[in-house]
């Protein structure tokens, strides 16, 4: 007995046939399996039905001897497949195997036709109705696989139509009985289509399933590599950040030393132009950092209810100078009841990245911010009459490092981060975000804010850059192992009064705090070899006791960022502007008093 082949379905494309035929195989001797154990007890009833029918007239030897050998039947086609589906050997000889089981156990099933002669018309018919309802059943429990299912319909269809053909019919419609052939012919027929049809579909829900497990695959595999080039990305922009800090750092601190001993007016205004230009160097590498904070998930929130008047009238006022330079207004409506819950650092950075989009992208017309009450929250319109973001575009200038109409990357336009980091910190600030945007008509941002309580003490922000600190006489240790790092820092804690050991490892670190003991350290976070500022304050702390420390890095790569924050001390970004050091040190010194 051979297998014929399966029925040829359109695969897939980029599916090999030889790979759909071996599941396909696989799923249907699994099949044959399951159905053995679940057919059998119904099957083995069904024998003694007819057994039963045919007891009153056949020999009760043959009776019996039939019921057995049914059983007997059932029990080797269910141990046999349970023993096929752990067998390795191959699909064809799995099919093979499958074949004779269901082929023994049709030519028991025919057998029951031997009871024709002993049985009534009723019992007959009882008995061929038995009989097709198995043969229909088998369509199912073959999966409609033809060699399979015609190994056992053949015998017991062709069984049927013989004994229907040879017995004599006792009643008076011998018609009926000249019928019954031709009928199960034609029923045996149609079966046979049907069983194709279920096969065809059996197995194309095979091919589909094993293309779905293919895109799955190979879905997995892009996001892996994504995630790999993302992390490439990462590790870049973390490099060279920090590569660019250091010198800018170098720079920034010199710069700053050299503005307090320049008071000529000529010098003065160059230095203003020079200042300009870190101001603007220095903008865009703090962006950078904010994008590897949120992605190092290091931004705390500090939910508080805060007047939202107060917040808006802040930003107009610092970016008034820039739009009426550009001839462009800027105007604000707000409600001073109106009060929202949020955190309020993120939120002014969220609404003055808005607003420097929208004054920067704007070249005649105005820029307006609207809060209104929407329900349980409030709605913040940035309305502006720049030149509009078509369409197809809506979502894309929320990406990372997408600018519109910037193809010479005038620096003067940003990085293109601003809009990414807006998306990052509304999902965080659960607060609603939506554009809308025509082409050479505008744009309009709506934020939809969670609306604050009233009864909240209200307080206002207190801008850091209001408070002007003292700086302390003190004696600093620098600790950072770039030569003009520890000199810039030098001569400006000198021109601010410190006294000032520098070192560039931890060894020349410990060696100094034998000689003098400073007030406070200021250590970088990566130094030369495996050295790190954390583990130099760790020993430097050994000998002296809560010794003020603080984190000066030029690194924005995640796990520096989050090593850093948690070793509990305060970090400063590089560069570092003098009044944020001054704050910085004076902080850590009230701090250990």
Known sequence: MTTQPAPTIEAPSGLPEGEIDKSVTDELVALYERQSQRTGPAIGITAVIIAAAAWSRAPHGFVI???LAEWSTLAIRRLGFRALTGTHTTPQRKLRIAQLLRGLHALTNACAVLFFPYLSDLGRTMVT???AGLTTGAIG??????????VYAGPVMGALMLGWSITPFNGEDQWLARAMVPLLLAFSLVMVGLARDNFRAFRKSIAK???EVRLNHQLRAALEQAETANAAKTRFLASASHDLRQPLHSLSLFFATLRLQVNKPENVQLLDHIDQALTSLQTQMNTLLDMSKLDAGMVHLHWRSFALQLLLEQIQAAYIPVA??????LTVTCAPHLVVNSDHEQLSRVLRNLVDNAVKYTQQGGVHIEALEHGDSIEVRISDTGCGIAAPLHKQ??????????PERDRNRGLGLGLSIVRRLTTLLYVELHLQSTPGRGTTITLTIPRGSMSTRVTPAVDPRDIQPSMPMCNVLVLDDEMAVRVGMQALLKRMGCEVMLASCISEALEHITVRQPDLVLADLRLRGQENGIDAVKQLRQHIR???AIIITGDTAPDRLKQAQAAGLPVLHKPVAPEALMTAIARSLDAAI
């Open 324 to 329: 009426h330079q550009k001839g462009v207004a």
């Open 546 to 548: 809560n010794l003020p």
């Open 209 to 211: 399933r094993i293309e």
């Open 397 to 406: 200038v929320f990406e990372e490092f997408f600018q519109i109409d910037n």
């Open 65 to 67: 001897a039939w019921v």
């Open 141 to 150: 429990t073959s999966g409609g696989y033809l060699p399979v299912y015609l």
């Open 129 to 131: 109705l038995i009989l």
